[in-house]
């Protein structure tokens, strides 16, 4: 089955800085990879996602890149506000697998210092 | 409110004790998931239905576990005789037919005792 490795597991940055989180899959044929933000006591929330046909997709402050030969996509946060400190996790939906059926990574915690 | 609802928001039980959780989608989503998250970590896939069928089951999904979806609306999680190690954070989400975008409820977080 599908394994997803995410990087780092805490981030800790300053307000207005960029922040980065990185992920890796094993199943070459995965082919949707979302991105979900948790806060504390509630469920993750989807903020972006990209389909394996598309190399890179962007929403305000958000981007994500997909690298398909290597196996690894990534988050991109820029102009970091405290709003932004939650756990972000990736997640990757293996080849031939149900739609909702996704792969999690273990997760990144971000903390935005004013 | 029109997201996912999930009630109840915390359960604490003893050992050995049964639990049911519901789960009310989306209103026009037809498919719904069972997740579930222990601490520091994300979360796993439990099952999935497609309108009242149960389409997928997780091998983490022990007998001890059973889900139902009678009509395709809202959906229940049994845990019979309840272990430590259920403890957990038990989410549900739902998508539309034709999407592969899952919206999450904020989960029930079971603690057994």
């Known amino acids: 089955g599908e394994n997803v490795e995410q990087h780092p597991s805490t981030l800790s940055v300053q307000e207005g800085d960029s922040a980065v989180i990185k992920c890796t899959y094993s199943?070459?044929?995965?082919?949707?990879f979302p991105w979900y933000k948790q806060e504390l006591g509630k469920g993750p929330q989807l903020i972006i996602d990209?389909?394996?046909?598309?190399g890179e997709k962007k929403d305000q402050r958000i981007a994500v890149t997909l690298n398909k030969t290597a196996k690894h996509f990534s988050l991109h946060i820029t102009e970091t506000q405290p709003e932004d400190s939650a756990v972000y996790f990736c997640?990757?939906?293996?080849?031939?697998?149900?739609?909702?059926?996704?792969?999690f990574g273990q997760g990144t915690i971000l903390t935005v210092h004013p | 409110d029109t997201g996912v609802s999930q009630d109840p928001r915390h359960k604490i039980t003893k050992r050995g004790q049964n639990v049911t959780f519901r789960c009310d989608p989306i209103?026009?989503?037809?498919?719904l998931y069972w997740y579930r998250q222990t601490l520091g970590q994300g979360p796993e896939f439990l099952t999935y239905?497609?309108?009242?069928?149960?389409?997928?089951k997780s091998r983490l999904l022990s007998d001890r576990f059973s889900a139902e979806r009678p009509k395709g609306s809202f959906s229940t999680l049994e845990i019979q005789r309840t272990e430590q190690g259920d403890s957990a954070m038990y989410l549900c989400?739902?998508?539309?037919?034709?999407?592969?975008?899952?919206?999450f409820g904020s989960g029930t977080q079971l603690s057994v005792l």
């Open positions: 239905f497609q309108n009242e069928a149960q389409l997928e």
């Open positions: 209103s026009e989503h037809n498919r």
């Open positions: 990209i389909r394996s046909n598309v």
């Open positions: 199943d070459s044929a995965s082919n949707y």
């Open positions: 997640a990757a939906r293996g080849g031939g697998t149900s739609y909702g059926k996704l792969t």
């Open positions: 989400a739902s998508s539309s037919p034709s999407g592969e975008k899952l919206f």
